[in-house]
């Protein structure tokens, strides 16, 4: 006799916290009217903020694929949405999903781990002990997260353990791992607000990149200044990386006087970008004389 296969079922894990940054969250006047596909994590009061699941075949047989697609599609790249294989029912995945809401630091204090958030749960899975991603990642056959540049990657498996401890405590070794992977991306938000949502160039898979190394260069010159950090990633962003490939730029991150820093900075990134434009204006004439 043959092993009977165990049913598995696809959820998509999405943050509504992160859809409501672009005014295309999931909202609902009513529990009553909420779709049987939808299950949201977190209680009725913080739905605005809440992750939801939906399960795809229930969404498909009731004909609503279109909308979860429009769910799907509000962000680019998708790093509000994971996709989660589990032969547990969308109730029993739900409910073991709530278990990790919180996590708690070592003096005790309680903290909501945005676990939706692909950029968050990509270092999570390596930040936890081998024991606490057992305990979160075990019921989930497979558990698939997109990257910046929009690829789906799978997150490391783990065998299931049964009664898991929660919720989670970190020690400070694993909230500063946490802390440190998501730095990048608040400096990138704090750029894009000080220069009003103008467009920067590249790919958000390199902004995170470019951001990085800015930190990285930042950190390794003994620099403990953020506005300088903040200026450095502005700088890093505009120029495509390519002024943390000047020798002064070490120099300059010597400096604790933020308007000098910024002011020297900015002569430089100003002379890169003169010569960029320069370079690209070459480059058109010579095409335009070819024909």
Known sequence: MSERKTEIFVYLLIDNGLLDEVSASYTETDSKDRPIWLAPIYGERALAVSPFLVDVEAAYE????????????????????????????????????RQFIFIVDPDGKQFTLRYADCTVLDPLSSVLTTAQWAGMRGPIKRWSIHDRSGALVQLPPAEHVAGSLTPLYLDHNQLAGLDEASEPDHYIAKVKTMR?????????????????????????????????????TEAALVTKGDILRRPETREMLAMNEVSKFRSRLWERVNEMLERRNCATKIVGEDKKSSF
């Open 62 to 97: 009731a004909g609503d694929l279109d909308r979860v697609m429009r769910y799907i599609n509000a962000r680019a790249p998708a790093l509000h949405v994971s996709v989660i294989e589990s032969s547990l029912t969308l109730e029993q995945i739900a409910q073991h999903l």
């Open 196 to 232: 009003h949502g103008a467009e920067l160039p590249g790919k958000p898979a390199q902004h995170y990149a470019w951001a990085r190394s800015a930190r990285q260069a930042w950190q390794g010159a003994g620099n403990s200044n953020p506005l300088i950090l903040l200026f450095l």
